[in-house]
């Protein structure tokens, strides 16, 4: 099963006055199950448009955007579901994606039932469970009764995860993920994603502007500029031997990882 852009654009209409903006320029991208991709770019790149476009909530401009070797633009029904379940997101700003008014129980139990990953109080709440502890929410019943506000930031953002997850996808698509959390924080919630990929084979689309922390998990890695994908590669190729003026420029303005790094 893959995900794949393909050629894919994304221009933004102009206002009264304005002028259109091309977000997502020809950008052509892939990732299988249980492959770590990374996007990377300065701020306003398109990254955020490309993962919205990865996850059918923009429609193309042109290209496509297919799952399955299916375009998401000509999906039945049953495909788009299919696909709404196996490609997740977990965006940034916890905070925000989480409805202050809902538990944990409720939060993540909802999508369950929508999806009808169980039925019924019992089977719907030991699924909760079951995700709770998969992200290292233990013991989950410490869990399910509360509020977003009496969560830390990584507690949330492992109930994003856990949202997620309890669905079984095939890729989960991490727009800026871990990017507002704590150095301490954001490496135990990073520890996590790559301990799911390998228990579970799930793969990750991971957008950041945060290049240590591609150097940490990613594999491939895509790098944006100005709405295009400008070089992609090994995550090796992009550290250690960089074709594009961008991506060395990128490398250069990142000194934890120069002074990181041997030799
Ligand atoms: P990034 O995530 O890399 O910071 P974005 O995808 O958020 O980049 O934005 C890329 C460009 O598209 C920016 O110029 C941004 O202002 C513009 N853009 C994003 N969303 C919209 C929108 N809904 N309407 C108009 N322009 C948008
Ligand atoms: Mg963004």
Redesign the pocket.
């Known amino acids: 099963m893959l995900l794949e852009a393909v050629r894919a654009c994304?221009t933004?209409?102009a206002?009264r006055g304005g002028r259109?903006?091309?977000?997502?320029i020809d950008a052509s991208l892939q990732v299988r199950p249980g492959e770590f991709v990374a996007?990377v770019?300065?701020?306003?790149?398109?990254?955020?448009?490309?993962?919205?476009m990865l996850l059918g909530l923009?429609p193309v401009t042109s290209g496509s955007v297919e799952f399955d070797g299916v375009a998401l633009a000509s999906m039945d029904r049953q495909r788009w579901n299919g696909y709404r379940r196996h490609v997740q997101a977990v965006l940034q700003d916890p905070a925000g994606s989480l409805n202050p008014r809902k538990t944990v129980a409720t939060a993540v139990g909802e999508v369950v039932r929508l999806h009808r990953i169980a039925e019924g109080r019992d089977a719907v709440r030991r699924a909760v469970c079951d995700a709770l502890d998969l992200v290292g929410m233990t013991p989950p019943e410490a869990y399910l009764g509360r509020y977003p506000h009496e969560l830390s930031g990584g507690q949330r953002q492992r109930v994003l995860i856990a949202r997620a997850i309890v669905l079984e996808p095939t890729i989960i698509v991490a727009?800026?993920a871990v990017s507002a959390l704590d150095a301490s924080v954001k490496a135990g919630v990073l520890r996590l994603m790559d301990d799911l990929r390998r228990r579970l084979g799930v793969g990750y689309v991971f957008?950041t502007?945060d290049l240590p922390v591609v150097n940490k998990v990613a594999e491939h890695v895509y790098v944006?500029k100005s709405?295009e994908i400008v070089e992609h590669g090994d995550k090796d190729q992009i550290f250690d031997a960089p074709r594009h003026p961008y991506t060395m420029t990128l490398l250069a303005a990142a000194p934890t990882l120069a002074t990181g790094r041997p030799g």
């Open positions: 994304k933004f209409r206002r259109s903006v091309d977000a997502v996007i770019g300065e701020s306003g790149s398109g990254k955020s448009t490309l993962a919205r923009v727009d800026e957008i502007h944006m709405g």
